[in-house]
């Protein structure tokens, strides 16, 4: 079975701050997805990033950056010099990559407040 | 226009009713989710379907139905709403397309509060 950690419930920084979002996961799968939503306030859903599992570069796209350690199991998430419109709550997600279903498992997320 | 509509944004219901919530897609995907959102547990699957003769549960499917009518359209039923199905449900879409991801895109979200 396939799991999403994300032991961070709620993180508070001041605006341009740097802030790590953890994300730890589950799998016996040797090939998969990783990705990351952000739900700002409005409650919709937005994509940010999909990773390979066999790709472990790190990526960089503006003041984001995510840092993917397949040894550790983990896709952690850095948003650099803060600003208060992060403010949102943040899912690591994971895919398998074969099979029919290709199911999403969520973590619970982490809620980023950034403070004027 | 949106690509991913849900129907209704909001619904307040009693006990006892049957609930439709709607899901209609323009990104031409064959793959449709149904999730819902609960504080502090992520979103869960309800179901899924590859295509209209395709409905599979996933993981959390008691006490919920599904349609898909067509490929741009798939429903979500609470035959009998009861208060513990108060949450956030979210419709999405897939598609494999050539590189295998599974990049699902979301819906806005219903809000159903059930008394």
């Known amino acids: 079975a396939q799991k999403v950690t994300q032991a961070q419930t709620e993180i508070s920084v001041v605006e341009k701050e740097d802030v790590t979002l953890d994300c730890v996961y589950e799998t016996r799968d040797t090939t998969y997805y990783l990705f990351w939503y952000k739900q700002p306030p409005s409650g919709e859903l937005v994509f940010l990033i999909r990773?390979?599992?066999?790709?472990?570069q790190n990526e960089i796209s503006g003041r984001y950056s995510w840092n993917f350690q397949k040894s550790t199991s983990s896709f952690n998430f850095t948003i650099t010099a803060s600003q208060v419109v992060d403010s949102a709550v943040y899912f690591c997600?994971?895919?398998?990559?074969?099979?029919?279903?290709?199911?999403?498992?969520f973590g619970s997320g982490t809620q980023l407040t950034v403070l004027p | 226009d949106a690509d991913v509509t849900q129907t209704p944004r909001n619904r307040i219901t009693k006990t006892g009713k049957r609930i439709m919530l709607e899901c209609s897609q323009t990104k031409g995907h064959d793959r449709m989710y149904w999730y819902r959102q609960d504080p502090g547990l992520g979103l869960r699957l309800i179901y899924y379907?590859?295509?209209?003769?395709?409905?599979n549960k996933g993981e959390i499917s008691d006490g919920y139905s599904v349609s898909r009518q067509a490929q741009a359209k798939f429903s979500l039923s609470l035959e009998s709403a009861i208060p513990n199905q108060t949450a956030l449900y979210f419709c999405?879409?897939?598609?494999?397309?050539?590189?295998?991801?599974?990049?699902?895109?979301f819906g806005p979200g219903t809000r159903l509060t059930v008394l």
């Open positions: 990773r390979n599992s066999f790709d472990e």
């Open positions: 997600a994971l895919s398998e990559a074969y099979g029919s279903a290709r199911q999403l498992t």
């Open positions: 379907s590859f295509d209209v003769k395709d409905i």
């Open positions: 999405a879409t897939s598609s494999l397309g050539t590189s295998g991801y599974n990049e699902q895109f």
